[in-house]
């Protein structure tokens, strides 16, 4: 079965730092690219952040460029948002979201997130 | 930025009843469009990706249409399970973007 548990959510003071996990399972981790999405509270989805397989590869949503820092580690089945800055809009729930390769021929695409985990809620609050 | 908006945002509708939800991007994004199902409290699930590809275990009772700039997700009978809320997302171009959700509600 396919499994993404994140951790590190916390309360943390503006402009303080969090470190969030993601640990898959049921899978190979290091075929699969990632992302990661937040959802402030009674808010809708927002995408935060792409890596692809190997992490040579990354994306950021403008909100948190220069701020949010995404890696991973394939020989953990891991991947990590490191959050410096944080401000009291950043409050939400953080989901890991897997993100398949689909190919077709010669062609491949990806985009559509398949399995998530359960989330993790940061609080960013004085 | 590719802007997604959905509509309606509250769907009240009768479980047997057929309902669509409508979703429109402000630019071309071809078929690079998804529709997702979200329960109170949990992450979302994916129900449709390239517009129209049902996922794996996704029963067959919802279905999607549409490229280009509009997409609807239609279920043909609504069931208790179904009342949730729904986002559409295109992944055409970085950022990704999601619809700001319909909330389908039990009349």
């Known amino acids: 079965e396919v499994q993404l548990v994140e951790s590190g959510g916390d309360l943390v003071q503006p402009g303080g730092s969090l470190r969030l996990s993601c640990t898959g399972s049921?899978?190979?981790?290091?075929?699969?690219?990632m992302n990661w999405v937040r959802q402030a509270p009674g808010k809708g989805l927002e995408w935060l952040s792409y890596i692809n397989h190997s992490g040579r590869t990354i994306f950021y949503a403008d909100s948190v460029k220069g701020r949010f820092t995404i890696s991973r580690d394939n020989a953990k089945s891991s991947l990590y948002l490191q959050m410096d800055s944080l401000r009291a809009e950043d409050t939400a729930v953080y989901y890991c979201?897997?993100?398949?390769?689909?190919?077709?021929?010669?062609?491949?695409?990806?985009?559509?997130?398949?399995?998530w985990g359960q989330g993790t809620l940061v609080t960013v609050s004085s | 930025d590719i802007q997604m908006t959905q509509s309606p945002s509250i769907l009240s509708a009768f479980v047997g009843d057929r309902v669509t939800i409508t979703c429109r991007a402000s630019q071309s994004i071809s078929t690079w469009f998804a529709w997702y199902q979200q329960k109170a409290g949990k992450a979302p699930k994916l129900l449709i990706s390239?517009?129209?590809n049902l996922e794996s275990g996704v029963p067959s009772r919802f279905s999607g249409s549409g490229s280009g700039t509009e997409f609807t997700l239609t279920i043909s009978s609504l069931q208790p399970d179904d009342f949730a809320t729904y986002y559409c997302q295109q992944y055409q171009s970085y950022p990704y973007t999601f619809g700001q959700g319909t909330k389908l509600e039990i009349k």
């Open positions: 390239q517009a129209s």
């Open positions: 979201a897997r993100d398949p390769i689909h190919c077709t021929g010669d062609s491949c695409y990806s985009g559509s997130f398949d399995n």
């Open positions: 049921g899978f190979t981790f290091s075929n699969y690219e």
